[in-house]
């Protein structure tokens, strides 16, 4: 089968290989992938600024199809719709399993950066990882369930966003596009921000339902957060632009107790954050690097029922053998979000 292999550190060192299909061991489902999103931390990866274990087929954002199953595997069947959590290996018994966060299990090893991910033709998942997708749900935003979950791991697991609140999202990217989203279904009032290059991604937002859109470089942000909150700041931040002006505008526009989450994934360390806001304001940071299983639950769940709109967001699909473009277009930013076609949204027996 076709398959984007990492097949060695360093930059770059991808190429795209014809491998031996993979079988399915007890446990665990094979699954033919139909779309597949690029993920910046698959970008990391290609850039050898990430871990991972190569040789490894990259990718964990994926819709496809179960084709065949493994010995003892019961809840799931052939021509079942499927997406999945990308924890590939965890091993159940650190603290952080025990306290029910797999994501951060000291022996956690993932598909995509260990074992092997969905920029392929096939996959193998464990039984336990699976996430059943309704037909109803378009196969562009199925794709792109893995990061909605992420999202909502955000919004309801760390900030508890909820009506009333005032919510400021930094970076009206794909991730930033969806977290708006997602907060916006809970209620709460969305300002997202970006700067002059971001023209016509503050228009889709202000598409998407964002109550207020801001060009940070040609408006007064704090103005107007100042203005819709009676003085006190915002309630979260969302930071998903990789700057550090935005992490330290973050800071500054918050209300006091208030809290900032992390989603941009920085690949190296931030010089210049003012850290005296955190302890002066005494807010609260968090990181969001991954999602739990309610999560991905939460997600299936939104888009069923029509409370978010991510589909305008997956704009850009290639097939395997463009990857090069496909990889070139995502790190420019000219696109939302890219990905790869790999075959048809239906089951077919034998497939």
């Not at 993920?39 to 990259?58: A, F, L, Q, R």
């Not at 954002?61 to 809840?75: A, H, L, P, R, S």
Request: proline share 5%; aromatic share 8%.
């Amino acid at each position: 089968m076709k398959a984007l292999v990492k097949y060695e550190k360093g930059r770059g060192c991808a190429e795209l290989r014809n491998i031996p299909e993979p079988t399915p061991g007890p446990g665990e489902v094979k699954c033919r992938v139909v779309k597949a999103g690029i993920c910046g931390s698959d970008i990391h990866v290609y850039h050898d600024t990430m871990n991972y274990v190569p040789p490894v087929v990259m990718g964990h954002e994926f819709i496809g199809y179960i084709t065949e199953i493994g010995e003892g595997v019961t809840k799931y069947q052939p021509g079942d719709r499927v997406t999945a959590e990308i924890g590939h290996y965890v091993c159940g018994t650190c603290e952080f399993c025990r306290e029910g966060i797999p994501t951060m299990c000291i022996n956690r090893k993932s598909m995509g950066y260990v074992f092997d991910g969905v920029f392929a033709e096939y996959v193998i998942i464990p039984e336990r990882d699976i996430v059943l997708v309704p037909k109803e749900i378009d196969s562009i935003s199925a794709m792109l369930i893995e990061p909605l979950a992420c999202c909502c791991r955000g919004c309801f697991d760390f900030t508890k966003v909820r009506p009333g609140m005032v919510v400021v999202v930094f970076g009206p990217g794909p991730m930033g596009q969806m977290i708006a989203q997602v907060c916006e279904a809970t209620g709460a009032t969305v300002v997202m921000v970006g700067i002059d290059n971001d023209k016509e991604r503050l228009e889709l937002a202000r598409e998407l339902g964002a109550d207020y859109v801001v060009n940070s470089h040609q408006e007064d942000l704090n103005a107007l957060v100042k203005s819709i909150t009676r003085g006190y700041g915002a309630d979260v931040a969302f930071e998903c632009s990789e700057s550090v002006e935005a992490v330290n505008t973050a800071m500054d526009i918050l209300r006091k107790t208030g809290t900032m989450v992390q989603f941009a994934c920085h690949s190296e360390p931030l010089n210049g954050v003012n850290w005296h806001t955190i302890f002066a304001k005494e807010l609260r940071i968090f990181g969001a690097m991954s999602a739990v299983t309610h999560n991905f639950q939460q997600a299936v769940e939104l888009l069923k029922n029509q409370q978010v709109n991510i589909k305008p967001i997956g704009d850009s699909l290639f097939k395997l053998e463009d990857w090069k473009d496909a990889i070139a277009l995502q790190e420019s930013k000219k696109a939302y979000k890219v990905g790869f076609d790999i075959s048809p949204d239906e089951y077919k027996e034998n497939s």
